[in-house]
């Protein structure tokens, strides 16, 4: 079955400190990769994405993730947190080219502390 | 302003009630998907409209259903609500059937 997972439920960091936030997928074949941001009492934003080329990608505020195809990840990473980092983190994964359907991870929340 | 309107943002409803959730799409987009998202828990997709018809559709029971008007604006019903339906709600629309989500604020339904 599709599914995507995420290893970190809560995380707790203080600002300047580096984050890492694990994402991995059940898939072998071509996927589209997502993370989404959700700061509270607002709207999924898009953070960055990957479909093909440079397995980095670099994002919005900062956030990069990496594609490791042998290893269906896309570990998303900020070398310097900001306590305005704070919010819910969502790994996506389109698993067919012909259909907007995203499966989500479970989330995680970072929280940091200023 | 992500651009999406959902209406209305909350609503509480008692148990085997219905309720209709709205959705407007981002300006010149036609593709409407709903996704819903239980506390602690990231998005569930439900379906997805396109020209009017439902185009996909998730793991949910028959008691959801959706539609999806000439203007391309969507509505999400549910009949015979469960207390398990509490959740944001979310709509998403896409400029085209596969391209990427830009997703509305939700509306927070809380049954009892």
């Known amino acids: 079955a599709q599914s995507v997972s995420q290893h970190n439920h809560h995380v707790i960091l203080s600002e300047a400190a580096s984050l890492e936030l694990g994402c991995n997928y059940s898939?072998?074949?071509?996927?589209?990769l997502f993370w989404y941001v959700q700061y509270p009492g607002q709207h999924l934003q898009l953070l960055l994405k990957?479909?093909?080329?440079?397995?980095l990608v670099k994002g919005i505020k900062g956030f990069e993730a990496e594609f490791i195809k042998s290893k269906f990840s896309f570990n998303l990473r900020k070398p310097s947190v900001q306590w305005s980092d704070t919010a819910e983190y969502f790994c996506?994964?389109?698993?067919?080219?012909?259909?907007?359907?995203?499966?989500f991870g479970q989330g995680t929340t970072l929280q940091v502390k200023p | 302003d992500a651009g999406v309107t959902q209406s209305p943002t909350h609503l509480i409803k008692t148990r085997g009630q219905q309720v209709t959730l709205r959705c407007s799409p981002k300006?010149?987009?036609?593709?409407v998907s709903w996704y819903q998202q239980a506390l602690g828990q990231g998005p569930q997709f439900i379906f997805q409209?396109?020209?009017?018809?439902?185009?996909q559709r998730g793991n949910f029971p028959d008691r959801f259903s959706g539609h999806q008007f000439p203007n391309y604006s969507s509505e999400l019903n549910v009949n015979a609500l469960l207390l398990g339906d509490s959740a944001l709600y979310l709509c998403?629309?896409?400029?085209?059937?596969?391209?990427?989500?830009?997703f509305g604020q939700g509306t927070r339904l809380t049954v009892v």
């Open positions: 996506a994964v389109k698993f067919s080219s012909n259909t907007g359907k995203l499966i």
């Open positions: 898939y072998g074949g071509t996927v589209n």
């Open positions: 990957y479909f093909s080329g440079d397995p």
């Open positions: 300006s010149g987009h036609d593709t």
């Open positions: 409209y396109y020209e009017e018809e439902e185009r």
């Open positions: 998403a629309s896409h400029l085209t059937v596969a391209s990427k989500a830009f």
